[in-house]
């Protein structure tokens, strides 16, 4: 009989999907609720001999901000000393690319498949991220036959940008690439990203490409000139919307809002429920019996088990900024207090601050301001992990809201305010740490944090 691999003791690893240059995937199935995932596996040497440490990060930052349905979803990341272990969602359908090698598909199929493509994308560009690989390979489909973009590999965060407020990086694949992208000038990525939703609109509609050239300085002429033909099949209206789409001058190209606008976009087009499946929580808990039934109530929080906190650091591969975007500073912290404690705490900080706080299971909770923002109300996500016995982890997360609201929240409202329960912030050096805080037992936390070294 063969032996099962069984990965954390949490997923088996069954048959290889694929292989790239770095990484290697494999279909998997979570142990308790039997649930397909795809595995992704990297080696930590590789990554770090190719000098890939920043991509792999960024691609990690960036699926934690793209929470949407028609984005494959990262589960979790987990790591030993020499791996990285993404667990994502599996998608059964295959890539858009497989339908379209077959031939042209039909006029409304075509729409669906880009509503949902632009959808997506709008979503990404609303966080900051540009895709910069967009092409049907990148495009899955699930059993519903609904498109999930994947490869976020080279996508690219506001950080990146230079002075002038724009990418320089040349990546992508030729034919789909934006005219812009190969002038070495610079160039805004989301603008971009609508170029190569144009490039797979057209191959949708036509089963082919509408610049190609056995001579690739002369598809880049026909690219830079924006030299294409339609066939005699495409309808005046999508005619209309490819000729807005692929425009060589970035400040003349069609945006996502005036593409939302225009009526063959429209026939048939719902905008998806993104929020709802904005935070994904894990069901599994350490509390699970054999039988995979589950307990109502849970005695201790999940355990913290991305990038396994400690082995990673202890191996040299510091992955502990994941836990955050760059633009999420200040947002985890570890604590010695017990988890039930660490809630009370800041369930009376936050109505202190006048926030409305709703439980979402019992070790997360979510904090809703009840002043209008710039965008909104600002909503905030609370949760507590275990990373070991008597060391916790608190993370908190911008639900919705103004991220500048929600970056002053966490520096100048919830920093001064929980310092009675923190040991260390992410990011400030453990030595920082106070050398003998007590927490008050009306707090439910009595305990000596130890004096670093």
Not at 112 to 120: R, V
Not at 397 to 413: I, N
Request: aromatic share 10%; proline share 4%.
């Amino acid at each position: 009989m063969e032996e099962r691999h069984i990965l954390f003791g949490k997923y088996e690893m069954g048959r290889m999907l694929g292989k790239g240059t770095f990484a290697k995937v494999y279909y998997g199935k979570e142990l308790k609720s039997g649930e397909s995932v795809a595995i992704k596996v990297i080696s930590k040497d590789q990554v770090k001999k190719e000098g890939m440490m920043e991509q792999i990060k960024r691609e990690i930052s960036v699926m934690r901000l793209v929470r949407h349905p028609n984005i494959v979803e990262l589960k979790e990341v987990m790591a030993t000393k020499t791996k990285i272990f993404f667990v994502m969602e599996y998608v059964r359908g295959g890539e858009l690319f497989a339908k379209v090698a077959k031939g042209k598909l039909k006029e409304d199929v075509a729409r669906k498949y880009f509503q949902q493509l632009i959808s997506a994308v709008d979503f990404c560009h609303s966080r900051g991220v540009s895709h910069r690989d967009l092409k049907p390979e990148n495009l899955l489909l699930d059993e519903n036959e609904d498109l999930k973009i994947s490869d976020f590999g080279l996508s690219a965060l506001p950080e990146q940008l230079r002075n002038d407020g724009l990418l320089h990086t040349q990546c992508g694949t030729p034919a789909y690439v934006a005219p812009e992208v190969l002038r070495k000038k610079g160039y805004d990525g989301s603008k971009a990203d609508i170029w190569s939703c144009g490039v797979i609109l057209y191959v949708l509609l036509a089963g082919f490409l509408p610049f190609q050239d056995e001579n690739i300085m002369k598809m880049y002429r026909k690219v830079f000139k924006a030299e294409f033909e339609f066939p005699p099949w495409f309808s005046t209206e999508s005619k209309r919307l490819i000729s807005k789409l692929l425009v060589s001058d970035p400040e003349r190209r069609i945006t996502i809002p005036a593409i939302m606008r225009v009526p063959w976009f429209q026939k048939g087009f719902t905008r998806p429920l993104t929020f709802s499946i904005e935070e994904p929580i894990s069901e599994k808990t350490e509390d699970d019996d054999d039988s995979g039934s589950k307990t109502t109530k849970l005695s201790s929080p999940k355990f913290f088990n991305a990038f396994e906190f400690i082995s990673s650091m202890s191996s040299g591969f510091d992955l502990s900024s994941l836990f955050e975007t760059k633009r999420k500073s200040g947002n985890l912290f570890t604590s010695k207090c017990s988890a039930t404690a660490i809630m009370a705490k800041i369930e009376g900080v936050a109505k202190g601050l006048n926030f409305k706080v709703g439980k979402v299971k019992d070790f997360k909770m979510r904090l809703q301001g009840t002043s209008e923002g710039r965008k909104g109300r600002l909503a905030v996500t609370a949760e507590v992990f275990e990373v070991a016995p008597e060391v916790a982890v608190v993370e908190f997360s911008k639900s919705s809201g103004d991220t500048l609201e929600y970056a002053k929240f966490c520096e100048e409202d919830v920093r001064p305010a929980l310092k009675d329960i923190v040991w260390t912030w992410q990011g400030d050096s453990f030595n920082n740490c106070s050398s003998n805080v007590k927490i008050d037992q009306g707090e439910g936390c009595e305990q000596q944090v130890p004096q670093t070294a």
